[in-house]
T-cell receptor
Framework: AQSVAQPEDQVNVAEGNPLTVKCTYS??????LFWYVQYPNRGLQFLLK??????LVKGSYGFEAEFNKSQTSFHLKKPSALVSDSALYFC??????????????FGAGTQVVVTP | GAGVSQSPSNKVTEKGKDVELRCDPI?????LYWYRQSLGQGLEFLIY????????KSGLPSDRFSAERTGGSVSTLTIQRTQQEDSAVYLC?????????????FGPGTRLTVL
């Protein structure tokens, strides 16, 4: 079975400091990994994804994520956080070896709070 | 171009009533997905449609839930005899294909409140 874990309910960071949001996954086959962000009362907004190839993936708004197969992790990073990055972040995985492979399995979400 | 749109944005209903939620996917997208977001359960997959293939209904929580997609475009999620535990935000997404790395783009959601 596929699963995604986001071990931190909330991450607090000062503006200008590096931001990291952690994600680990468990799938049977090769993973397809995604990060989404959700602002209050809005839908999910796609940030970036890992399919294959380079382990460092660059996405929208200065975010990047590093795929680590040995640690089964896909942590989201931003070198210098902005107050406007305060939002709820979701990691998701798709396992194409399962019967219901079209769906995304989401983590519980991590609330990011960036203080001025 | 236009993104995924959903209507209504908010729906308040009484327990036992039926509700219909609508999703308009991005033009040209062949795949359409429904998810539910609630405080207790997080983000849950409900159902997805892929072109003309039979939908994957494996995430529907009970037979009170059904969905259809007409003409390969607009989709309607119907909840019959609503219960208070159905209160949640219902999110629709679409993607160009159903492929491993294909990106799902989400609409703003419909917030359903069952009194």
């Amino acid at each position: 079975a596929q699963s995604v874990a986001q071990p931190e309910d909330q991450v607090n960071v000062a503006e200008g400091n590096p931001l990291t949001v952690k994600c680990t996954y468990s799938v049977s086959g090769n993973p397809y990994l995604f990060w989404y962000v959700q602002y209050p009362n809005r839908g999910l907004q796609f940030l970036l994804k890992y399919i294959t190839g380079d382990n460092l993936v660059k996405g929208s708004y200065g975010f990047e994520a590093e795929f680590n197969k040995s640690q089964t992790s896909f942590h989201l990073k931003k070198p210098s956080a902005l107050v406007s990055d305060s939002a709820l972040y979701f990691c998701a995985v798709r396992d194409i070896t399962t019967d219901s492979w079209g769906k995304l399995q989401f983590g519980a979400g991590t609330q990011v709070v960036v203080t001025p | 171009g236009a993104g995924v749109s959903q209507s209504p944005s908010n729906k308040v209903t009484e327990k036992g009533k039926d509700v219909e939620l609508r999703c308009d996917p991005i033009s040209g997208h062949t795949a359409l997905y429904w998810y539910r977001q609630s405080l207790g359960q997080g983000l849950e997959f409900l159902i997805y449609f892929q072109g003309n293939s039979a939908p994957d209904k494996s995430g529907l929580p009970s037979d009170r839930f059904s969905a259809e997609r007409t003409g390969g475009s607009v989709s309607t999620l119907t909840i019959q005899r609503t219960q208070q535990e159905d209160s949640a935000v219902y999110l629709c997404a679409s993607s160009l294909l159903v492929a491993g790395g294909d990106t799902q783009y989400f609409g703003p959601g419909t917030r359903l409140t069952v009194l």
